[in-house]
């Protein structure tokens, strides 16, 4: 079994910043890939930030230049920099990992139970 754990969110102005965490464990062998979703009320879940097992990053187009991701793969964390918040960063914040369980070929996706980011003023 493997458990994700967020943490980082809440309430921040506008031009704020905030640093989301997540970190997995459990009977891990492999991460593939991390990642952090968001889902705003009433829209459906988005993809933000994409980090890949080699470095490798990609970024929602709303977000690119404001926000940073970056994985800690001795610790199985992934970290999200949001920097230059907006009111329309307000959402529900995911983490997702892609990971092959010990004793296991196949690769598991993952999500954290969520952490909510508040932009406000």
């Known amino acids: 079994q493997v458990q994700l754990v967020e943490s980082g969110g809440g309430l921040v102005q506008p031009g704020g910043s905030l640093r989301l965490s997540c970190a997995a464990s459990?009977?891990?062998?492999?991460?593939?890939?991390m990642a952090w979703y968001r889902q705003a009320p009433g829209k459906q879940r988005e993809s933000v930030a994409y980090?890949?097992?080699?470095?490798?990053?990609s970024y929602a187009e709303s977000v690119k230049g404001r926000f940073t991701i970056s994985g800690d793969n001795a610790k199985n964390a992934v970290y999200l920099q949001m920097n230059s918040l907006k009111p329309e960063d307000t959402a529900v914040y995911y983490c997702?990992?892609?990971?092959?369980?010990?004793?296991?070929?196949?690769?598991?996706?993952?999500w954290g139970t969520g952490t909510q980011v508040t932009v406000s003023s």
């Open positions: 997702n990992f892609i990971i092959q369980p010990r004793y296991s070929s196949a690769y598991v996706n993952y």
């Open positions: 459990g009977s891990i062998f492999r991460i593939n890939s």
């Open positions: 980090i890949g097992s080699g470095g490798s990053t």
